[in-house]
Structure formats: structure tokens, C-alpha cells
């Protein structure tokens, strides 16, 4: 996983972004892993590059949360207690009230 993943793509441009793209390519298939990218809009600029990128690709959108909206709200705190749960200590922090 790879989160800002939009930095990785900054300076390049021409055949150096299409380079970029072939080493991801790569890494996903030597070390037969799924990437995964994460970071802003400007993903989509590179994805579309490469018609193979875009058939492997799925773009999943996450909305901001809405701290005025209740809902938003309790959903922030389920996803951070999961969170909690998951790590590997003796007992789940509360990151909901700290």
C-alpha cells in the first residue's frame, strides 16, 4: 500500500512518467503482490496513461468525513475502534475518546 501515492509521479513527464509506470508494473509482478495507491485526483491523470493500467486498475472514492454530520461521526469512531482492535498489545487502546 502506498498512501500520497500522487508524489510518486511529480517530477515526471513523457517517457519518464510511462517509466514509472513500468516499474510499478514490475514490482507488482516480480514480487506477485497487489498494489495498492492511495492519494489524490491527480492519480487519475497517470492511470489513464496506459490503457493496461486502466484495464488492471479499480478506483475506489472515499469521501471526506462530514464532522458535522452525525453519521459521518459514528462511522469515524467504528473504523477507529476496529482500528484499535487490531493492533498487536495486550489491550485496545481508546482512540475514540482520546
Known sequence: MIDEAQHLFTLASGRR???QLNVLKSLANRSNTV???FG??????VR???????RRSID???????????SDRRTFARILQT??????????PDL???
Open 35 to 37: 498494489h495498492v495507491l
Open 17 to 19: 512518467l510511462e517509466d
Open 60 to 70: 475506489i472514492h472515499f469521501p471526506r468525513y462530514d464532522a458535522a454530520k452525525a
Open 96 to 98: 475514540v475518546t482520546s
Open 48 to 54: 489513464n496513461l496506459s490503457g493496461q493500467l486502466s
Open 40 to 45: 489524490t485526483y491527480e492519480l487519475f491523470r
Open 83 to 92: 482500528f484499535a482492535e487490531q493492533m498487536p498489545l495486550a489491550e485496545s
